[in-house]
């Protein structure tokens, strides 16, 4: 975790990300603030979920999730993610204060298609990460500077972090963000989703203690 200083500043020379509109989001877990981004070196644009005042002294309770549209919309069951980005939620309304960067890198970064191909992939008895691979690209391709760069836009400077993955943990950390505290964002998975958190807890070092 970040060591404790007085102050957390943000690594770069700039924001590169600019807000384009923020409104009211009422929803099946309770009231939300949205308010959508845009990369300004990219065409990559977020969605930054939100409830109660963001104050840079209160460590807050925050997410980056990464799109997950067979998880997130379609309620699939070979992953974890539309329960996380739920359970995610839950906290935050519970809490009364949070936020949660919604980032388009669908796949860990191949988009959706590749995604599908993956998936082709997985049926014939390939792991995630195996499937990446033999379609030719990287294990994970997630950037994660401008979701931090979107947390310090709405205040923040002390975070407790909702996440399994050590990578999201560290970039926060290196953009200057103070981590002071993670939290396990686990859910009840069975197969096929059992095996993918296997996958990730054994190929990729993520933090899941059980995953049947």
Do not use: W
Request: one cysteine or more.
């Amino acid at each position: 975790m970040t060591k404790n200083n007085d102050e957390c500043l943000l690594k770069t020379h700039s924001i590169s990300v600019e807000r384009i509109a923020v409104a009211n989001l009422p929803t099946q877990i309770g009231e939300f603030k949205i308010a959508g981004y845009r990369s300004l070196n990219s065409n990559e644009e977020f969605v930054a979920l939100f409830k109660g005042e963001m104050r840079k002294d209160t460590p807050t309770l925050v997410r980056i999730h990464s799109q997950c549209l067979t998880g997130d919309v379609f309620g699939s069951i070979k992953c974890d993610c539309g329960l996380q980005l739920r359970k995610a939620m839950e906290l935050i309304e519970a809490e009364g204060r949070g936020a949660i960067v919604y980032q388009q890198q669908e796949g860990r970064g191949i988009g959706i298609i590749n995604k599908i191909r993956a998936y082709a992939l997985q049926d014939e008895g390939a792991d995630t990460v195996e499937a990446n691979e033999q379609l030719g690209f990287v294990v994970d391709a997630r950037q994660y500077q401008q979701c931090a760069e979107i947390l310090f836009h709405l205040g923040l400077c002390k975070v407790r972090v909702m996440s399994n993955n050590p990578d999201k943990i560290e970039a926060l950390e290196k953009a200057g963000l103070k981590v002071v505290e993670r939290v396990p964002i686990e859910v009840e998975a069975k197969e096929p989703a059992a095996h993918y958190l296997k996958t990730k807890r054994e190929k990729m070092g993520h933090l899941i203690n059980s995953y049947s």
